[in-house]
Nanobody, 116 residues
Framework: QVQLVESGGGLVQAGGSLRLSCAAS????????MGWYRQAPGKQRELVAS???????NYADSVKGRFTISAGNAKNTVYLQMNSLNPEDTAVYYC??????????WGQGTQVTVSS
């Protein structure tokens, strides 16, 4: 049973930075893409950033220039570097890995809170 384990969330002041990490506990044989989503209270879950198996990245307009997604050297790990955080970035952040054969895996979520 594959599980995604996230870490790195927390409380930060506006203008600060956080780095989120996600690692799969088991083997995922063929990964199409990895990504980060977020869900703020009362809002739908939205894509923040994604990276494909060939390194192509995609970002939500609201985070372009501030957030950077990267794949780790270890297999099936992904990071999200978040800079210049603002209160609108406050949400639960979820790691996502889309597998070619096994479907989509989700992490349990990590809280990011940005104070003004």
């Amino acid at each position: 049973q594959v599980q995604l384990v996230e870490s790195g969330g927390g409380l930060v002041q506006a203008g600060g930075s956080l780095r989120l990490s996600c690692a799969a506990s088991g083997s995922i044989y063929v990964v199409n893409a990895m990504g980060w989503y977020r869900q703020a209270p009362g809002k739908q879950r939205e894509l923040v950033a994604s990276i494909t198996s060939v390194g192509r990245t995609n970002y939500a307009d609201s985070v372009k220039g501030r957030f950077t997604i990267s794949a780790g050297n270890a297999k099936n790990t992904v990071y999200l570097q978040m800079n210049s955080l603002n209160p609108e970035d406050t949400a639960v952040y979820y790691c996502n890995i889309n597998s070619h054969y096994e479907g989509t895996y989700w992490g349990q979520g990590t809280q990011v809170t940005v104070s003004s």
